[in-house]
Structures are given as C-alpha cells and as structure tokens.
C-alpha cells in the first residue's frame, strides 16, 4: 500500500500549518469568532471520528488505517451509512474549526491541503485496498455512500 504517514500525524502537520499560514500569510480576519463556533466544529467533528471507530469495533476490525490488511470486515452501519470516511471526515472537521479559532481566511488553504492529501494518499489507497478484498460488496457499497458527505 502507498499509506507512509499517519492521517493522526497529517492532522497534526495541517493544524500546525494552518497557525503558521494565519500568523504569517494573513489574508482576510474573519473578525471576532464567538467561541462556540470552533468548538462546536471540533465538537462535531470528535464525534464523527470516534462513531468512525465505534462502528469499526463493533465489527471487530482494525482502526489502523496504516495496515488495512488486517481488515476482517466491510463496515458499512451506523455512520458509515452516510459517509464512507467518518474519521477523515472528522478531522477535516476539526480542520475547519481551527480556521474559526484563528479567524484567519488564509488559514482555509490548511482545510484544502487535508482533504487533498488524505484523498491522494489515504482515501485511495485504501479504497483500491477494499476492492481487492471485498470486490462487488464493496463497489456496490461505494455506488450507495458517498466518500465523505
């Protein structure tokens, strides 16, 4: 598989770029952010992440998205029925809180990498992965739910 670095390590290298563009690339401030807002979206997206793993439990199957290998089951209940990337979903959530946390437009451009990256370099290669062990569930499964939303 083409998975070299953790989507927990890629969250974190986001965020951290995400500070660093709004301290040093300032485009446009979004002014006063009420509190709430970023920890509503992190909120949300905590919960998306961990009914991710939740589900992945319950079907008694890895959560370690660095060795799909030991996959022993197609999760496609509760969360899974809506998006196909919970966690992923979950994080670029997180990603989007953090824009309003630091209320800096330019900050966005985080948000973007994340979800480009992850869909290059981990959403792929995992799906090509499901293909090859669970061939026709699989495709039928992804004709039904979306990747992420």
Known sequence: MDLKIPPLAILVITLIGQYEIA???PVYSLGIV?????????????LLAFLGV??????????????PSS???????????????????GMASICVGFVFFLAELSSLAGV??????INEFQIKPEERFMFEKFGDNFTSYKSQVRRWL
């Open 71 to 89: 996959s022993d089951a197609l999760v496609t209940r509760g969360i899974y029925n809506y998006t196909r990337n919970p966690m992923y979903l």
């Open 23 to 25: 301290d040093y690339l």
């Open 54 to 67: 939740i589900e992945f439990r319950r079907h008694k199957t890895t959560v370690n998205p660095m060795n």
């Open 34 to 46: 009420p509190l709430w807002v970023p920890i509503l979206w992190g909120c949300i997206g905590i």
């Open 112 to 117: 973007i990498f994340f979800v480009l990256y």
